[in-house]
């Protein structure tokens, strides 16, 4: 079986504090795009992974699968993960895999309920629950607790440079308080389908630390707004930028801005979570 593991967006994300458990509490609107990985999930006894790209020893899609069988009882899977989402950008890359993962293993084996799928996803990463509804989601908690949204049909422009971003690095050293942006807005004006409203509150709390670490971002985010761009933002730990236009000519024409970037990709957003 062959899956698309979409990547994702942050639309908005704020780092509201530190939990007692040392993670942090966001609140963030996240919309998947339609840049994705294919991930095939085959039969097989044991559990294995293999990836065109390096992939960690103990990798998000590997935990996940190895947690499904131990929950579930079963058998193990055969993983194999062709690589378009660039790692370290966030853009969710590892956490679509092991999501797509987690559909797999259930459509082989269908021995969990879907409360305990995303209990899954949860311990093996907190962008997998999203990453496992699809479509556009406010998520809270560690991104654990979500709340749908309506999606909306957005043209974007990924830009990303060639230094990545470690989100466990980025969180140990985190200092805060970080300023906040309307998330009650945003989500306002996802339910209202009102593209402009959405662009004025783009916002990622994160974006000055990890800006501090790789300054193309705060570059690259201001070269978008100059080509036209109704928004501009760093998604989640970065250090991918994604630039928000009225149109894919507008964000085709944008392209040619970076030639000195080592990814960039037009795009859209999938308004449609899996589940409809």
């Known amino acids: 079986?062959?899956?698309?593991?979409?990547?994702?967006?942050?639309?908005?994300?704020?780092?509201?504090?530190?939990?007692?458990?040392?993670?942090?509490?966001?609140?963030?609107?996240?919309?998947?795009?339609?840049?994705?990985?294919?991930?095939?999930?085959?039969?097989?006894?044991?559990?294995?992974?293999?990836?065109?790209?390096?992939?960690?020893?103990?990798?998000?899609a590997l935990r996940a699968?190895?947690?499904?069988?131990?929950?579930?009882?079963?058998?193990?899977?055969?993983i194999t993960i062709h690589a378009r989402i660039p790692s370290e950008a966030g853009l969710g890359s590892s956490s679509a895999?092991?999501?797509?993962?987690?559909?797999?293993?259930?459509?082989?084996?269908?021995?969990?309920?879907?409360v305990e799928l995303?209990?899954?996803?949860?311990?093996?990463?907190?962008?997998?629950?999203?990453c496992l509804a699809g479509g556009a989601a406010l998520c809270e908690g560690i991104g654990e607790r979500i709340?749908?949204?309506p999606g909306m049909a957005l043209n974007l422009l990924l830009v990303k440079g060639a230094r990545g971003v470690s989100t466990r690095?980025?969180?140990?050293?985190l200092s805060l308080p970080l300023p906040l942006g309307d998330a009650g807005g945003a989500a306002a004006a996802l339910r209202a389908g009102d593209v402009q409203a959405l662009a004025a509150r783009v916002f990622n709390a994160l974006t000055a630390p990890v800006t501090r670490l790789?300054?193309?971002?705060?570059?690259?985010?201001?070269?978008?707004?100059?080509?036209?761009a109704l928004a501009a933002c760093m998604t989640g730990s970065g250090s991918a930028v994604f630039g928000?236009?009225?149109?894919?000519?507008?964000?085709?024409?944008?392209?040619?801005?970076?030639?000195?970037?080592?990814f960039t990709h037009v795009c859209r957003t999938l308004p449609f979570s899996h589940k409809t």
């Open 1 to 60: 079986m062959e899956y698309e593991a979409h990547a994702k967006i942050n639309l908005l994300l704020n780092v509201l504090g530190r939990r007692p458990d040392g993670y942090h509490e966001l609140c963030t609107i996240m919309h998947a795009i339609d840049l994705c990985d294919t991930v095939t999930v085959e039969p097989a006894t044991a559990v294995s992974v293999a990836a065109d790209v390096p992939l960690p020893e103990r990798s998000a």
């Open 97 to 114: 895999d092991a999501a797509a993962v987690l559909s797999g293993m259930q459509a082989l084996y269908g021995a969990l309920s879907e």
């Open 169 to 173: 690095a980025l969180f140990e050293g």
């Open 214 to 228: 790789v300054p193309e971002i705060a570059r690259y985010a201001d070269r978008l707004r100059a080509e036209g």
């Open 65 to 78: 699968a190895e947690a499904y069988r131990a929950a579930a009882k079963t058998d193990g899977a055969r």
């Open 147 to 149: 709340t749908p949204l």
């Open 244 to 262: 928000l236009f009225e149109s894919r000519a507008d964000a085709e024409r944008a392209k040619g801005a970076f030639p000195d970037a080592a």
């Open 118 to 130: 995303f209990a899954i996803a949860a311990r093996t990463g907190a962008d997998v629950p999203f």
